[in-house]
């Protein structure tokens, strides 16, 4: 079975500092990984998502940015973190697209609060 | 561009009543409408993926109908339960071919003892 690992669970950081949160998918290969957003009365935002190694899209245009150095790992980072970035990180993945009705699974997210 | 609206926002319903969350989407294009459970600081829960070509689909007390040509889903809980309270998120895929989905808003709902 697969399993979707997303660490850490909570992080508090001072404005300017950097920012890395790392998921990893186990028991499949070739998944799409994506990174969502939860803020406060906001709801769930893409940020970004990957169908493939080294492949990226950007949803949002925001001081944020991902990787994806191995096929079944997805990193979310940032160079200088914004007080606006607090919130409720998602990772999540699915099968490849050829497997249209696969359903989307999400780890258990990181809660990031800013000061 | 899909947009994927909910309501009720929040309900409040006492133990033992059936209920019906609502969800709309803009672009009927879809291949399939999936519908989410998220418990207070967790993450989501999949709880049931109707495909494009089907109606409805069942799992134990959870019922999800999907109606493409009105852009309408409804997920219907049967004799709801205090362990029924969360928030329930519905989501449909974006426009494209990239497999992303776009989320409501969510509904959230207080099942009373």
């Known amino acids: 079975s697969q399993t979707i690992h997303q660490w850490p669970a909570t992080l508090v950081q001072p404005v300017g500092s950097p920012l890395s949160l790392e998921c990893t998918v186990e028991?499949?290969?070739?998944?799409?990984l994506y990174w969502y957003r939860q803020a406060a009365g906001r709801g769930l935002q893409l940020l970004f998502y990957?169908?493939?190694?080294?492949?990226i899209s950007s949803e949002v245009p925001q001081n944020l940015s991902a990787s994806r150095p191995q096929d079944r790992q997805f990193i979310l980072s940032s160079k200088k973190l914004l007080l606006s970035d607090s919130g409720f990180y998602l990772c999540?993945?699915?099968?490849?697209?050829?497997?249209?009705?696969?359903?989307?699974?999400f780890g258990n997210g990181t809660r990031l609060t800013v000061t | 561009k899909q947009e994927v609206t909910q309501i009720p926002a929040a309900l409040s319903v006492p133990e033992g009543e059936n209920l019906v969350l609502n969800c709309s989407f803009t672009?009927?294009?879809?291949?399939?409408l999936q519908w989410f459970r998220q418990d207070p600081g967790k993450g989501l829960t999949s709880l049931l993926l109707?495909?494009?070509?089907?109606r409805e689909q069942t799992s134990g007390r959870l019922n999800a109908s999907l109606d493409k040509s009105s852009g309408r889903s409804t997920l219907y809980i049967a004799a709801s339960q205090p362990g029924d309270s969360a928030t329930y998120l519905c989501?449909?895929?974006?426009?494209?071919?990239?497999?992303?989905?776009?989320f409501g808003q969510g509904t959230t709902l207080q099942v009373k003892p």
């Open positions: 999540a993945w699915t099968f490849d697209l050829s497997t249209y009705n696969s359903p989307l699974h």
């Open positions: 028991g499949t290969s070739n998944p799409n």
């Open positions: 990957s169908v493939g190694i080294g492949q």
């Open positions: 672009d009927s294009a879809i291949y399939n």
């Open positions: 109707i495909q494009s070509s089907q």
């Open positions: 989501a449909a895929p974006g426009s494209g071919n990239t497999g992303k989905l776009i």
